[in-house]
């Protein structure tokens, strides 16, 4: 692992877990924590729906369904992303890859600056369930609440005014086919990372202190071995 003269090492991370393991909220702290770029597919995928873009439109029939867009689509807007500016020093992938020919594709596209790390963020499929479930967005920022958690004011949205909604994405039976598809297209990966001794494993469950604490422990002691 290359390292710049700054506060933080150069890194290069993906983070995988279940839909619903807190991989969104843990991936920001961690960007911030390492200062590089958080890149999350899932989100640039929901500004193109948003935007009602021709890509969008298409990613919202399939994200409806429950359903994952194409490999080669999710390998262009990774590739194009991680060779910005803003990502020279690293960056954090969360939604990429979700299957092994992605993971291959991952390879090959940053063949002249690797990989580093893949930490898998555990969380049992029950409580995932559970909580995606009862997950609720802000729709103008992305801001997220929950039943058990929602903002001051009834679903209007503590950052910025804009209204909470459940995402269609977040209904229980898309949740449960996602679930499906996570299990028999991502839970590979965790093999596929394993045998490049690539892969961590992090416990997802407790307060999001508890987790990010694991995590930066997790990841810190792979940098230190590294150089």
């Known amino acids: 692992m290359s390292q710049t003269t700054g506060a933080t090492p150069d890194v290069r991370l993906v983070l995988l877990g279940r839909q619903g393991a807190g991989k969104g909220t843990q991936a920001a702290r961690l960007a911030e924590a390492y200062d590089v770029p958080h890149i999350s597919t899932g989100d640039m995928l929901r500004v193109a729906v948003k935007e009602g873009t021709p890509l969008g439109r298409k990613a919202k029939e399939i994200m409806d369904a429950g359903h994952l867009v194409s490999d080669e689509l999710m390998v262009g807007i990774v590739n194009e992303r991680i060779h910005l500016p803003d990502a020279a020093r690293g960056w954090l992938l969360d939604g990429f890859p979700r299957t092994v020919a992605q993971g291959e594709a991952l390879e090959a596209i940053t063949a002249d600056l690797p990989l580093d790390l893949v930490v898998n963020l555990e969380v049992p499929e ?80 407790g307060s999001p202190d508890e987790v990010f604490a694991r995590l930066r422990t997790a990841i810190d002691a792979r940098v230190t071995a590294r150089g």
């Open 126 to 205: 029950d409580v995932v369930l559970k909580r995606i479930s009862e997950r609720r967005v802000c729709s103008t920022c992305g801001a997220i609440y929950s039943l058990s958690s929602p903002p001051t004011n009834p679903w209007t949205c503590d950052v910025c005014g804009g209204r909470v909604v459940q995402r269609d994405d977040d209904t229980e039976e898309a949740v449960r086919k996602r679930l499906d598809a996570y299990t028999a297209d991502t839970a590979p990966l965790l093999p596929f990372y394993g045998e490049r001794k690539l892969l961590v494993e992090v416990d997802g469950e």
